[in-house]
């Protein structure tokens, strides 16, 4: 029975990504269907959270109720829900069935059924079947009681979140559920180690009044780290001031931070507040932070040792409370060497610095995010179903993203477009080729011992048993990268046996 099989694994400390995934792979198996969904609900939004038989992209999508009537109307009562095979409805997961990539959904069996946590619909439950008249009447009786163990196990999930964070901090989060799915900051999208580590660290500093210094390529996220600092942190019902420094002028740099006076200078017809003033009780963002001229160093190093700041052509000090969280691109301990950049400046920004990680560091965060973008841009272009082929992933995962998260996005919007310019239709299912993606070959990785370039684009000349080995190699020392390490987790992620996982990486030259 399915209820024996998920209680014998509740006696398991599992991460809910891990705990979620064995549910709907049970569910998968129990009932022979061809996939099956667990979506959590996030304001006019459905996110899924674990999938089987589905595209590894679908984790990053975001499904608008509105737009998608058989959620809608899944969510619109407690009971189960049936669409018969032929139901004119669209179906959400058009073109993206495992066993039928790109191909639109076949006349086919679907089910779903809401799921409620403490009398509040909390998302859920999909069933696929590319049979026909598969979810007989009698199912739905069933689907009650695994909607039931599907409550319990989110339950679980929750429980076991509390519990790390008391062990962690000593006290239960405000929100433990916020760490990598649903509720506020749904934004931050990924389940990387590497990603989960740096959100937990950030979750930790912003209890502090520490300020903070996050450090990283441009496009990797550092706004969304700030505002997710802001909001875990006391601070949070106070206001979060975003100041681009990069984006002022060298004149107006002062009075746009701490203000000016009338008459102060040319055009200073009335006294006017500055950032500083503004933020007072909350957070000052400083954006870009090195590209702050030296003259207003000098004044901001004022501000944190000081609390006090002066309006432009005034000699009366005012006190403000603001915590400072400041982000670059740039080396600032670089910078400092150099004289470009104030050393005691950068030591009181620097209390707490941050590395954020690059995108091409994150592993199979690429897919999700790409999931996430594909949804983005099918919904605001009109197509029935945007996707992925298996080539056009190989080129994202290979490629080496100099602009991160951003320059993904604007990846596949443009590919959105282009496969458009190319012929296709949006009634149909559109399905992204590496052509479309119309990525730089010279920011592929390259072979440490030949120097070949891996081949993501398919009408390179180029052996296919080179080009084999050289992607096999590489996303098996990216595997390694993201399981930190661990064989037997790489070879369950690569449904591999662990044994020919080891021939295959010796063979590789990886062991």
């Not at 006017?272 to 963002?285: I, M």
Request: net charge negative; with cysteine; hydrophobic share 40%.
């Amino acid at each position: 029975m399915l209820a024996d099989l998920l209680i014998q694994d509740l006696t398991i400390e599992h991460p809910r990504a891990v705990r979620q995934e064995k549910l709907v792979t049970a569910i998968q198996q129990y009932l022979g269907c061809g996939a099956v969904g667990l979506l959590r609900l996030d304001g006019d939004f459905l996110c899924p959270v674990a999938v089987a038989g589905l595209a590894h992209e679908t984790l990053g999508r975001r499904f608008e109720i509105v737009k998608h009537p058989r959620l809608s109307a899944i969510l619109s009562q407690r009971d189960a829900v049936h669409f018969e095979p032929g139901s004119r409805l669209p179906d959400p997961y058009d073109g993206l069935l495992a066993s039928k990539l790109g191909a639109p959904l076949p006349v086919h069996d679907c089910m779903g059924i809401s799921l409620y946590q403490d009398d509040q619909c909390w998302g859920a439950l999909t069933l696929d079947s590319v049979e026909g008249s598969v979810f007989d009447g009698r199912i739905k009786d069933t689907l009650r009681d695994i909607a039931s163990c599907c409550e319990a196990v989110i339950r679980m999930c929750r429980l076991e979140d509390e519990i790390r964070a008391l062990r962690v901090s000593s006290r239960i989060l405000e929100q433990p559920e916020a760490a990598n799915e649903g509720g506020e900051n749904q934004e931050i999208i990924g389940r990387s180690p590497v990603l989960l580590k740096l959100l937990h660290e950030l979750d930790i500093v912003a209890d502090s009044e520490l300020p903070v210094l996050l450090m990283g390529e441009t496009g990797v996220g550092k706004e969304l780290m700030a505002r997710r600092i802001h909001r875990k942190s006391a601070r949070r019902n106070a206001p979060m001031v975003h100041v681009n420094c990069a984006a002022l002028p060298e004149s107006l740099v002062e009075s746009e931070l701490f203000g000016h006076v009338k008459g102060a200078f040319s055009g200073a017809v009335v006294d006017r507040a500055g950032r500083f003033e503004a933020a007072n009780g909350g957070v000052l963002f400083l954006d870009e932070v090195g590209e702050l001229p030296l003259v207003v160093q000098a004044k901001l190093l004022r501000a944190l040792q000081n609390g006090e700041i002066q309006r432009l052509g005034s000699d009366k000090p005012l006190k403000v409370d603001v915590r400072i969280i400041a982000a670059t691109n740039r080396e600032l301990a670089e910078q400092v060497r150099n004289g470009e950049f104030r050393a005691d400046l950068y030591h009181r920004l620097s209390v707490y610095p941050v590395p954020i990680p690059p995108l091409r560091e994150r592993g199979d965060d690429i897919l999700l995010l790409a999931g996430y973008f594909l949804e983005l841009n099918r919904s605001r272009l009109g197509f029935r179903s945007l996707r992925l082929s298996s080539s056009a992933e190989m080129a994202l995962r290979t490629y080496q993203w100099p602009g991160n998260i951003r320059e993904l996005e604007h990846v596949i919007s443009r590919a959105a477009l282009r496969a458009v310019s190319h012929g296709a239709l949006r009634t149909d299912i559109v399905t992204l080729e590496p052509i479309h993606l119309d990525l730089d070959i010279g920011m592929l990785p390259r072979e440490e011992s030949t120097g070949t370039v891996i081949p993501v684009d398919l009408l390179q000349p180029i052996p296919l048993k080179m080009a084999l080995d050289s992607y096999q190699r590489h996303l098996i020392r990216q595997m390694l990268d993201t399981c930190q390490g661990n064989w037997a987790e790489v070879a369950r992620r690569l449904e591999l046996d662990p044994s020919n996982l080891h021939k295959l990486a010796k063979r590789l030259g990886l062991k």
